[in-house]
């Protein structure tokens, strides 16, 4: 578990001085994947680096395991993994080479490095040198780089920023299945919402360096209400596929718009039961495809601000 309470910092002196965070208090548990979210210059990335060591804060308590990173930063490293925003990486050096000199430091086996290079999908570029490799590719090595020490906490700074739409979600979803495969706790820190409602379930809030609620999703969804509207592309009879969603009881309504598309309003706590009854839909050969086309984390994060004042 990784708890900050009254956690304050600030940076520079005087007329400069700018505070990072105003108190921050939040929970985040063993096996969460959570989403620590807010705009740039919310705070996100100076918790992260307080949660690793990186940085001394100026009041308040962080535990990370029950360990302190500023009194036990040798062993909070030893568990966690983090990847910065923009990682910094020799460029005319193979990747193999690299990442056997990482292992080397580490004291992992060049079995691991391997085996973690396949995890990630990186394996295929391990005689090639780093600047072969795309934005997305480069963020993998990076993931690979995190995991060669084995933590039991992933701490992700924007791991999608700067990738296109696809890049994107096989970043997610490559997330997810680490988080999976190895049962780490996992933090993304991110401004973009919208993809990570697709792989997060707890969220922490951030605003101008205020914690303004955090929790699980569907706990906060409860509490603050959002909806996902989603379209819905028929492949016939699209009046036959509205009175089927239409008696979903989370299903708040259907509009039937022009060439056999649907717009439908979700309950979002209950997004995942309309996702099955989709996808028997799709194997029925009712429906061709469906995509959230409004994230509700969006809802969420605006409606804590309102609520917050």
């Known amino acids: 578990m990784i708890e900050f309470r009254n956690v304050v910092k600030t940076y520079g002196s005087g007329k400069r ?16 994947l959570a989403g620590f979210l807010g705009p740039n210059g919310s705070g996100k990335t100076t918790s992260l ?16 395991k029950g360990l302190d990173p500023e009194r036990e930063e040798r062993e909070v490293k030893a568990l966690t993994g ?13 990747v193999e080479d690299f990442l056997r000199h990482v292992a080397r430091l580490r004291r992992v086996p060049w079995s691991d490095v391997r085996r973690i290079a ?29 995991l060669l020490s084995q933590p039991e906490i992933l701490l992700l700074d924007e791991p999608t920023a700067n990738l296109d739409p696809i890049a994107r979600m096989e970043m997610l979803e490559l997330i997810a299945t680490l988080k999976r495969d190895l049962g780490a706790t996992v933090i993304i820190s991110s401004h973009i919402l919208p993809e990570l409602q697709l792989v997060i379930d707890y969220a922490v809030f951030i605003h101008r360096g205020v914690v303004i609620d955090y929790g699980r999703l569907d706990e906060l969804s409860a509490k603050y209400g959002a909806v996902t509207i989603y379209e819905v592309k028929t492949s016939r009879e699209p009046r036959r596929v509205a009175q089927q969603l239409i008696g979903l009881e989370h299903v708040k309504g259907v509009l039937i718009k022009d060439d ?9 706590r ?22 959230a086309k409004s994230s509700y984390l969006d809802q969420l994060y605006r409606r804590a601000v309102e609520t917050a004042g």
Do not use: C, W
């Not at 001085?17 to 969460?32: D, E, H, Y």
């Open 118 to 146: 396949r995890l990630v999908g990186i394996d295929k570029y391990l005689d090639k040198p780093i600047k072969a490799m795309s934005r997305g590719y480069l963020q993998r090595l990076g993931l690979a780089q995190t």
């Open 270 to 291: 209950a997004s995942t039961e309309v996702h099955h009854v989709l996808d028997e839909l799709v194997s029925e050969g009712l429906v061709l495809s469906y995509e």
């Open 17 to 32: 001085r700018v505070t990072a965070l105003q108190g921050a208090s939040f929970i985040v548990p063993s096996g969460a």
């Open 260 to 268: 056999n598309t649907l717009e439908v309003h979700v309950d979002s």
């Open 82 to 94: 983090f990847l910065p925003e923009r990682p910094v990486y020799p460029l005319s050096v193979r």
């Open 49 to 64: 680096k307080l949660m690793v060591g990186l940085l001394r804060r100026d009041s308040g308590e962080v535990s990370v």
